[in-house]
């Protein structure tokens, strides 16, 4: 479809083990957007791209997450050395720009670590 | 710092029945965007309503409207006539620089 597309939908992993979240955003859109969101509570804003630019990545918990968008287009979120307060839902989504324009939202990607 | 604050964990309405949502903000911009999103359990979150903090004029979209208070910084939604299909967690969140700020969310639940 013409929406965010966000895959795995769900992803299990062991502590310590590498993932690697990839977001799919709607063609012709320039911001992207990722959030972590635990359960019963509201999304965290972990970092944003306009274009290929990471122009805010204040939101990364810490130096184990890292993000890219190397053609301005699919975006990866990469965590390593994964610890289970990692284990959340991860969202991303995308707008056409800045300014208020109203962001769209994938379906997520569930991280379960073990 | 800004802040978005929604004082209601839960709130339940009898099908058909009209429910108010709550939602605080705190922010020195002065040009910033007020939205609902509504999250059902397939966890995607969907865009509900959307106001332009320098109008007035409160948004409509079919049955949900809101109150937008600008100088108590209020920003609560109404949902008339609700259906089962309404039943979900609803956010309330903030832009005014790119980066959405978002309230702890309410759930609702419609009883038939």
């Known amino acids: 479809g013409a929406g965010v597309s966000q895959s795995p939908r769900y992803k299990v992993a062991k502590r310590g083990q590498d993932v690697a979240l990839r977001c799919d955003p709607i063609s012709g859109h320039v911001s992207l957007f990722w959030y972590q969101q635990a359960l019963g509570q509201g999304p965290e804003f972990l970092t944003y791209f306009q274009n290929e630019a990471q122009l805010d990545k204040s939101g990364l918990p810490s130096d184990r997450f890292f993000a890219e968008r190397p053609e301005g287009s699919v975006s990866t979120l990469k965590i390593q050395r994964t610890q289970q307060e990692d284990s959340a839902v991860y969202l991303c989504?995308?707008?056409?720009?800045?300014?208020?324009?109203?962001?769209?939202f994938g379906d997520g990607t569930r991280l379960s670590i073990l | 710092a800004q802040t978005v604050t929604q004082s209601q964990p839960e709130m339940s309405v009898q099908e058909a029945e009209t429910v108010t949502l709550s939602c605080t903000y705190d922010?020195?911009?002065?040009?910033?965007?007020l939205f609902w999103y509504k999250q059902p359990p397939s966890r995607q979150m969907i865009l509900v309503i959307r106001?332009?903090?320098?109008k007035q004029q409160n948004a409509t979209e079919n049955r949900f409207s809101v109150n937008f208070q600008k100088a108590a910084k209020s920003f609560s939604l109404k949902i008339s006539d609700s259906q089962l299909g309404d039943a979900a967690m609803y956010f309330c969140?903030?832009?005014?620089?790119?980066?959405?700020?978002w309230g702890a969310g309410t759930k609702l639940i419609i009883k038939p």
């Open positions: 106001q332009e903090a320098y």
């Open positions: 989504a995308s707008s056409l720009g800045r300014g208020g324009q109203p962001q769209h």
């Open positions: 922010t020195s911009e002065s040009d910033y965007y």
């Open positions: 969140g903030m832009d005014s620089n790119y980066q959405l700020i």
